[in-house]
């Protein structure tokens, strides 16, 4: 089974709607993060949390929200979609301490109409 | 502002030759730098770290240097095999309490046989 897992894997949804995207890890981590990716830009950090009570804004969470509802979840929210929401959304986990990789998820392909 | 630049313009080699990636940025001191690969549809693979006072890392067929007067990292593959076709991501952290990376936008290796 996979470390780090997404759901959904695709999603297509209209502007105005509310959209959950669910990452779960196996691999005990304490920190997680969400990412969007799109061409030419790379991927992108909109939240990560330390531990289940330290949640922080990456460099792009305007639009976004996250809860991290136990140490191996952590959902990233978007309360508004819009049509430039669409991307490639990846979460990752890494463990604590410096000099650590981070393990990511297959992704999820949201698409906003 | 800091910036990652990695090749936009994908990289064709021959099976059998060297591979030869760069990663240059600006603005930016980095404590470490991480090499990451990834396939179409799937998340990033880490493969390599190099911290700021090593010059070279080697692993396997993959060779990494870092290059902070520069301000540069070049990512080779030796006897590059079609397997190794995908895009490549160099990531950089400031590491301490964050430990947050920021990704370059990848560059497309091509492996023709």
């Known amino acids: 089974d996979a470390d780090v897992t997404q759901t959904p894997r695709n999603r297509i949804t209209k502007t105005g709607k509310r959209i959950m995207l669910e990452c779960s890890q196996t691999?005990?981590?304490?920190?997680m993060y969400w990412y969007r990716q799109d061409p030419g830009l790379g991927l992108r950090l909109i939240y990560y949390?330390?531990?289940?009570?330290?949640?922080n804004k990456g460099e792009i969470s305007d639009g976004y929200s996250v809860s991290r509802q136990a140490q191996a979840k952590f959902s990233l929210s978007l309360e508004s979609a819009i049509p430039n929401q669409t991307a490639l959304y990846f979460c990752?986990?890494?463990?604590?301490?410096?000099?650590?990789?981070?393990?990511f998820g297959p992704g999820t392909r949201l698409t906003v109409l | 502002s800091q910036k990652i630049e990695q090749n936009s313009e994908a990289l064709n080699i021959q099976e059998g030759k060297t591979a030869t990636l760069t990663c240059n940025y600006t603005?930016?001191?980095?404590?470490?730098l991480q090499w990451y690969r990834q396939d179409p549809g799937r998340g990033p693979v880490f493969l390599l770290l190099?911290?700021?006072?090593?010059k070279e890392k080697r692993k396997e067929r993959l060779k990494v240097t870092f290059d902070t007067t520069l301000k540069q990292s070049l990512f080779h593959i030796t006897a590059s095999q079609p397997a190794d076709s995908a895009t490549y991501l160099c990531?950089?952290?400031?590491?301490?309490?964050?430990?947050?990376?920021?990704f370059g936008t990848g560059t497309l290796l091509a492996v023709q046989p």
């Open positions: 691999k005990g981590h304490d920190r």
């Open positions: 603005n930016y001191s980095p404590a470490y």
């Open positions: 190099i911290r700021e006072n090593e």
């Open positions: 990531a950089l952290s400031r590491g301490g309490a964050t430990n947050k990376l920021i």
């Open positions: 949390s330390f531990d289940v009570k330290d949640i």
């Open positions: 990752a986990t890494s463990a604590s301490g410096s000099y650590n990789e981070q393990f």
